[in-house]
C-alpha cells in the first residue's frame, strides 16, 4: 500500500519567514495524487492544497505551495511569510494504491511559529 | 456554505456503553468518510459510503463498529461496548464521488 513519510516531528519558524515541510511517499501507481491538510488545536482537518501526479507545474495556493519530485517521491509544502496562525499539525495523505478515495496520511510535523 | 458538522464534538463514555456519532456532510457530497485518530497519529480510514451505499469497510477494527447512512446524506458510526482502546478522535469527511475530502471537526471519544 502507499506509505506516506513526514520525517520532521516539529518545526520551529519565525514569524514571516517561510518553512518547508517534508512528505516522502512510496507508490507503484502511475497516477496518483498527494494531499496536505492542516489541523489546529481544534482538531478540523482543513484541506490546503492539491498535486496530481500528472501535473505539469508545481500546485501553488496562496502563501502554499508543492515543491513535487516526481522522481524521488517527494512533495515538500512551502508555507511563505509564516503567519502566527499557522501553528499546527500538518498532514501529507494520498490515496491508498489502487484506491482512488482511502487516504493513507503521514504522522505528520507540528509547526510552531514564533512572533 | 456550510462545511461537515459533526457532534457530539466531545463524547466520555464508561466501558461496555453503547455510543452514537453524527455526521452531516456538506450537502449533495455524494461520498463520505469515516476516519478514525488516536493520539498524536494521522487519520486511519475507517469506511466509505457512496450515497447510501457502503463500499468499503475494511477499516473498522472489530465487529463492534458499525456505520450507517440510510438515506445518503447523514451518517451514523456506532460503537458497541465500548473499550478504552477506542478512545480517540472520530473524524468524518465528505467529497463530490473521488473529489478531495473535506473533513469535519470531529468527535472526541473518551472511553473510561
Known amino acids: 500500500a502507499q506509505k506516506i513519510t513526514q520525517t520532521q516531528p516539529g518545526m520551529f519558524v519565525q514569524e514571516k519567514e517561510a518553512v518547508t515541510l517534508d512528505c516522502t511517499y512510496d507508490?507503484?501507481?502511475?497516477?496518483?495524487?498527494l494531499f496536505w491538510y492542516k489541523q489546529p488545536s481544534s482538531g478540523e482537518m482543513i484541506f490546503l492544497i492539491y498535486q496530481g501526479s500528472y501535473d505539469e507545474q508545481n500546485a501553488t495556493e496562496g502563501r502554499y505551495s508543492l515543491n513535487f519530485q516526481k522522481a524521488r517521491k517527494s512533495a515538500n509544502l512551502v508555507i511563505s511569510a509564516s503567519q502566527l496562525g499557522d501553528s499546527a499539525m500538518y498532514f501529507c495523505a494520498a490515496p491508498v494504491r489502487g484506491s482512488n478515495y482511502k487516504l493513507t496520511f503521514g504522522k505528520g510535523t507540528l509547526l510552531t511559529v514564533n512572533p | 456554505g456550510a462545511g461537515v458538522s459533526q457532534s457530539p464534538r466531545y463524547k466520555v463514555a464508561k466501558r461496555g456503553q453503547d455510543v452514537a456519532l453524527r455526521c452531516d456532510p456538506i450537502?449533495?457530497?455524494?461520498?463520505l468518510f469515516w476516519y478514525q485518530q488516536a493520539l498524536g497519529q494521522g487519520p486511519e480510514f475507517l469506511t466509505y459510503f457512496q450515497n447510501e451505499a457502503q463500499l468499503d469497510k475494511s477499516g473498522l477494527p472489530s465487529d463492534r463498529f458499525f456505520a450507517e447512512r440510510p438515506e445518503g446524506s447523514v451518517s451514523t458510526l456506532k460503537i458497541q461496548r465500548t473499550q478504552q482502546e477506542d478512545s480517540a478522535v472520530y473524524l468524518c469527511?465528505?467529497?463530490?464521488?473521488?473529489?478531495?475530502?473535506?473533513f469535519g471537526p470531529g468527535t472526541r471519544l473518551t472511553v473510561l
Open positions: 450537502s449533495g457530497h455524494v461520498s
Open positions: 507508490t507503484s501507481d502511475q497516477s496518483y495524487g
Open positions: 469527511a465528505s467529497s463530490s464521488l473521488t473529489d478531495t475530502q473535506y
